[in-house]
């Protein structure tokens, strides 16, 4: 497998508590990986120390072999991280956010401009794309993050809880959108702590609880291993 | 370069709203409001005064001391007849005259006995607005009666003498002296020229230093508030990048918020001040009081060094916003640090200061272009370069301690709780 992502024996304290207490997984090119566990078990923090947001206490973490204590401006530039409470700048219109963040990817105006239309497709905001931010509904200000994520063809996109707060409709569109992307050579880690939308996205998961991975595998070799019928069910035997 | 400016762009965009737009215009409209109002003041202050005259006397004396008088200038005279002064006044207040002299008996006779004679002045006052006592005026053109009056009396009296001389036994004649150069001239009048010119320069200075902390700490409030500071810190762009470009974006803005205001108050400053002579400026320009190109340039360097440590200063304690709301909170030490040093220095020169002020003053990176402001003036370049280097040296450390926090966890997870330091106390 060529490794994306390489995470090895990784801590993460905050001061003196051990949010992350020794987690080590690998997520092919091309593979949806997923971090599954409830609220405060370690998924947030495990992604934001892969997006060199946070820094490493102890352990490595390697992607596409650039290691992000040493190398984060490289691991920058294969990265697109989307935080599960982000938010986008509310004085701009939701077409001026694409364009400054289409900036930073872009060597000519040629290339900006087809990121930012890429952007708005997938954004899928119609003429509301030129209104201001501050005048979006949350699932349309969702929508724009994750097309912010998506539209510079990341190698690795983070996604922490993708679909958090949007409707049912817009959640599967979400679902369908991030599986095309896997489909053409873009790595996704994604947590979420929804069981049915990790089984339906991810190649391969993690479940983590109180900062450490309790076990890993393709959803379909969890299932049997545990012999349950969904993933819901072999995080509920596994926790035991 | 690219990026850097893209960067810039956004903090501007993000920064000039409407509502800013607005209320720098509602600043500027009552600077220019308030500019006329005193400027129609004054030009109502130079209009003739309009006077009631009720002369009780009834001598040539008497009749000759009004129509001089009036021959004065600045002065209208609306003779009253009546009787007595009650009813005089009760004419004059229907009249709706606001002074009213009154001329009384005996007055030609005591004039020509060369004695003090008497006059009455009553202001009818109706507010207690500058335009509306006016009375002073009429007391200046009395004076200047009375001096003559004197002048004639010694004439008649030593006939032989100079009149003036008498009066006037002992003359002045003033001088200033700055370094080797001697000049004739009242140092009050000086002093008034001088200031004006010093006096702008730390207004400016106070004004861009608190709008472009201001600035910069909103933007470090709303990246919070906004949930935009974790995306913005995965981009592929240097950290250095984005705190330069928050700090230049910042600063763009407040210059032209402080370019903006300092219209309106230059409006409304040259009309409290137009009355500075062209004597005194000429006497300034004598002295060589005046700031030459490398003075200025001096200036203006350290005038734009205050500015980068105030950025950086803000931006440091824009780190600790939680929101927009807290972030206003915090520029509240790099006002107190920026109004100190301009109030001491409004009223004393840092050199008659005792050492402790001083040091302190000295420490506060923010008094150097006011201390520059006036010592420049006086040619005296070296605490002004030391002032300088002090700043520089000062905003690198601020910069760089920025570049490493956001290089570091504290970015994210940086707190300042008032409840905590409380509870610390």
Known sequence: ?240 | MNNFYNLVKKEMKELITWQMILSLVFMVVMFGIMGRFIGGMEEEQKKPVEAAVLNLDKTSISDNFIKNMAQQGNVQMNTIDESTTERALEEAKQREEKILLVVPGGFGKNIEEKRAAELETYSIVKGLSLAGIRGGSLLEIINTMNRQMALNFIQEIAPDKEAKDVMNPIKTREFVVVGDKTVPGNPVMLWSVVISQSIMIPVILMMAIMYSGMMVITSMGMEKENKTLETLLTLPVKRTSIVVGKMVGAAIVALIMTGVYMIGFGYYISSITSGVGEAATATVKELGLVMSSASYLLLGTSFFLAILTALSLSMLLGLFAQDTKSAQTMNLPIVLLVMFPFFVLMFKDVENLPLALKVILYLIPFSHPTIAAKTLIFHNYLPVIGGVAYMALFAVAAIYICARIFNTDKILTARFSFRRVKKRV
Request: hydrophobic content about 40%; proline content about 2%; some cysteine.
């Open chain 1, 1 to 240: 497998m060529d490794k994306a992502i390489e995470v090895k024996n990784l801590i993460k304290d905050y001061g003196n508590f051990r949010a992350i207490k020794g987690i080590s997984f690998q997520a092919g090119k091309g593979e949806i990986f997923g971090l599954i566990g409830p609220n405060g078990a370690g998924k947030t923090t495990a992604l934001r120390v892969i997006s060199t947001l946070l820094q490493v206490t102890l352990g490595s973490i390697k992607i596409f072999g650039y290691d992000v204590t040493r190398e984060a401006d490289k691991v920058r530039e294969c990265i697109s991280y989307l935080p599960e409470e982000a938010g986008a700048y509310k004085n701009l219109s939701g077409k001026d956010y694409l364009e400054f963040m289409a900036g930073f990817y872009s060597k000519n105006s040629e290339e900006k401009k087809n990121i930012v239309e890429k952007g708005v497709k997938i954004a899928s905001l119609d003429k509301r794309i030129k209104d201001k931010v501050s005048t979006y509904s949350k699932g349309m200000t969702r929508r724009l993050l994750l097309a912010r994520a998506l539209m510079i063809n990341p190698r690795l996109a983070i996604l922490d809880e993708p679909t958090s707060g949007l409707d049912v409709i817009n959640s599967q569109q979400i679902r369908r959108l991030i599986k095309s992307f896997a489909k053409n050579g873009t790595t996704v880690l994604l947590s979420s702590h929804n069981m049915l939308e990790v089984e339906f996205l991810c190649d391969r998961i993690s479940l983590i609880d109180k900062g450490l991975i309790l076990e890993t595998g393709s959803p379909k070799e969890l299932k049997d291993k545990y012999q349950v019928q969904n993933i819901e069910e072999v995080f509920m035997e596994a926790v035991k």
